[in-house]
T-cell receptor, first 111, second 112 residues
Framework: GEDVEQSLFLSVREGDSSVINCTYT??????LYWYKQEPGAGLQLLTYIFSNMDMKQDQRLTVLLNKKDKHLSLRIADTQTGDSAIYFC???????????FGAGTRLFVKA | EAGVAQSPRYKIIEKRQSVAFWCNPISGHATLYWYQQILGQGPKLLIQ????????DSQLPKDRFSAERLKGVDSTLKIQPAKLEDSAVYLC??????????FGSGTRLTVV
């Protein structure tokens, strides 16, 4: 079945760039998402990319997609302590139905 | 725009008791989802509604879980009877299209 995998932890220093990686198995994925979850809160959509794109930039966030390798990454430039959270990679097929989430990467930002 | 509202925020029950969660999606969002998030894991889809019809409930444990969405707006998720392994955060989300969901803050359920 479909699967989304992420590394569990990432620690960076404040001001550095963070790169969170994700791999997925469903070759028919149409949408790929990055969500952020802070303690005690629901998931917040950060950004998404269509499968026919290879890059999307939104302020400090850059998403790179390698469709051949089914690899997605999220780069956060100038990481701040407020970026400390769990980041979930997710993929879904056409129409956004049946979205599959990874287990999440916990980002620690050291001051 | 108001977000997805969920209640209660927290619930503690004993095993074999019943519990119900409520969700009010963003106005106009036709698609509503219930997810279960166990500690340390990503959300897992329980059920998806399109308006008031069920699109996917393949991962809903139907012997104990039930959900409804009356009039295509609010939704309730019920567990009867609860088991210890049902302890999790239950997240409701809504979406107008495939371009990402808006999640509520969730209901944290502890079964003791």
């Amino acid at each position: 079945g479909e699967d989304v995998e992420q590394s569990l932890f990432l620690s960076v220093r404040e001001g550095d760039s963070s790169v969170i990686n994700c791999t997925y198995t469903d070759s028919s994925s149409t949408y790929l998402y990055w969500y952020k979850q802070e303690p005690g809160a629901g998931l917040q959509l950060l950004t998404y990319i269509f499968s026919n794109m290879d890059m999307k930039q939104d302020q400090r966030l850059t998403v790179l997609l390698n469709k051949k390798d089914k690899h997605l990454s999220l780069r956060i430039a100038d990481t701040q302590t407020g970026d400390s959270a769990i980041y979930f990679c997710a993929e879904s097929n056409t129409g956004g139905f049946k979205t599959i989430f990874g287990a999440g990467t916990r980002l620690f930002v050291k001051a | 725009e108001a977000g997805v509202a969920q209640s209660p925020r927290y619930k503690i029950i004993e095993k074999r008791q019943s519990v119900a969660f409520w969700c009010n999606p963003i106005s106009g969002h036709a698609t509503l989802y219930w997810y279960q998030q166990i500690l340390g894991q990503g959300p897992k889809l329980l059920i998806q509604f399109q308006n008031n019809g069920v699109v996917d409930d393949s991962q809903l444990p139907k012997d104990r879980f039930s959900a409804e969405r009356l009039k295509g707006v609010d939704s309730t998720l019920k567990i009867q009877p609860a088991k210890l392994e049902d302890s999790a955060v239950y997240l409701c989300a809504s979406s107008p299209t495939g371009e990402g969901y808006t999640f509520g803050s969730g209901t944290r359920l502890t079964v003791v």
